[in-house]
């Protein structure tokens, strides 16, 4: 098993680049399935959590595969004879592998999916997502921890969601776009990620309305067709990276990113008293003489993301004065703060809400990760930490960033994975 291995002080100063999003390429890649022939997609991230979807979609007998000579295109063919089923073995392993359940049960009409459990961050039940296909007619029963759905036709209805869910609102957008008539699709998620799903959807010939906004109206149609697609890039990613700029000390420009989908992200930095700059196509974040403690409360977009919240939480254990942070999202999502005291950080925790006193410095410790995004916010620990930072169960940070350590040490990082 890897480990990462910092030796911190070093302020970041340069140009990186960011991958393509995660959580746009997994829905992406699951939305394949709405149409016989191959879809190939560029700038698709080189992760964990990626090669997982590509091979749920070839246990179903998709030809899915991340092209050799171009590692960042990935074709995923489909003939039709599909078996429209994702195992438990494979679903225990990501619970986004549950996005194919919604485009099988309209492609099909039967689906098969394991139930996805409990995860390290909170309970995610995915009650949402079977809310809304029954709204569109699918029959679902849970069976020896499987969904079973299934639906002749599907139908066009009006589905609203209890609580707002990023891949509930894409799972059954990806269902509807084959319904028979018109689906209303309330209280939906307004992440980039879902309107650029929609976007590919919409290339196919899907007809979708609204995406990005809380209303979503999809007018069914017979047959979608397949799509050629290049994958927005990651604003977690972005923003993980500017943290880092921020917490070194540094200065660095994040190229290939969205800015006015970072906003919340962008906010919070100059608040800490970072300066952020757009800068053809990127951002560039430098860091100030003295970072200042900034109140942080999650959100669903555009509020602030809890996929940013353990970043901004190293940040702060480093500011000065006190910060205030209320996950909102997750119920378990606070697992890096153990691990982050080990590092010398002052935090509280009290429900949801985190109080994060700043110290003057951190000084290097062994730690691990427990979910992707505590990952990052320990790497970011140890790049101000004073000494040595070794960070194991690397397989949570390999799921979701695209040769992290590789990035920050071309930004003069001492920073290398070693096998533990
Ligand atoms: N929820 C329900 N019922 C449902 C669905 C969700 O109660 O049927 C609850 C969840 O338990 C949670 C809240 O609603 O408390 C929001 O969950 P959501 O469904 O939006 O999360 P998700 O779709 O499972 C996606 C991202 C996550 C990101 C969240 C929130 C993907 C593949 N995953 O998860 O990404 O944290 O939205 O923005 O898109 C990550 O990248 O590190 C990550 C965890």
């Not at 970072?274 to 860091?287: D, S």
């Not at 119920?331 to 003057?360: S, Y």
Request: hydrophobic share 40%; charged share 25%.
């Amino acid at each position: 098993m890897d480990k990462i291995v910092i030796k911190g002080g070093q302020a970041l100063h340069g140009e990186v680049q960011a991958s393509g999003a995660k959580n746009a390429a997994l829905p992406i890649l699951a939305s394949a399935l709405l149409a016989d022939g191959t879809s190939t997609y560029r700038n698709v991230p080189d992760l964990a959590d990626v090669a997982t979807m590509l091979k749920v979609l070839r246990t179903m007998g998709c030809d899915a595969e991340r092209n050799t000579e171009t590692s960042d295109v990935c074709q995923v063919g489909v003939n039709g004879h599909i078996t429209p089923e994702a195992p438990y073995e494979l679903v225990k392993t990501m619970r986004a592998s549950v996005l194919v359940l919604g485009p099988l049960v309209a492609r099909f009409g039967r689906a098969r999916v394991s139930m996805p459990g409990g995860c390290a961050i909170g309970a995610r039940p995915i009650d949402q997502h079977l809310k809304g296909l029954k709204a569109l007619g699918a029959d679902i029963h849970l069976t020896e921890g499987y969904v079973e759905a299934q639906a002749k036709q599907l139908k066009g209805g009006t589905v609203n969601f209890d609580v707002i869910t990023v891949t509930g609102t894409e799972n059954v957008m990806m269902a509807a776009v084959l319904a028979k008539g018109r689906t209303v699709m309330e209280n939906c998620a307004r992440e980039p990620e879902v309107e650029e799903l929609a976007k590919v959807l919409n290339k196919m010939g899907a007809r979708i309305e609204g995406a990005g906004t809380s209303i979503i109206t999809i007018q069914g149609v017979d047959g979608l067709k397949p799509v050629e697609h290049a994958i927005l890039p990651d604003r977690i990613e972005a923003g993980t990276l500017l943290v880092a700029a921020a917490i070194s000390g540094g200065d660095v420009l994040v190229k290939r990113v969205v800015p006015e989908h970072m906003d919340a992200m962008v906010e919070k930095l100059r608040e800490a008293g970072c300066t952020l700059t757009a800068e053809g196509g990127g951002l560039r974040c430098k860091a100030p003489q003295r970072l200042e403690a900034v109140n942080i409360t999650t959100t669903e977009h555009p509020g602030f993301p809890t996929d940013m919240q353990a970043q901004l939480m190293a940040l702060m254990s480093v500011s000065q004065g006190t910060s205030v942070i209320n996950e909102n999202i997750f119920e378990n999502r606070f697992m890096h703060v153990p691990e982050l005291h080990r590092l010398g950080a002052d935090i509280t925790i009290q429900g949801h809400t985190a109080v994060v006193k700043g110290v003057k410095g951190l000084s290097g410790a062994p730690v691990m990760a427990t979910d992707l995004r505590a990952s990052a916010s320990l790497i970011l620990a140890g790049l101000r930490a004073e000494g040595r930072t070794d960070v194991s169960r690397v397989y949570h940070l390999d799921r979701g960033y695209e040769r992290l350590e590789r990035k920050l040490s071309g930004l003069g990082a001492d920073i290398r994975r070693e096998k533990a």
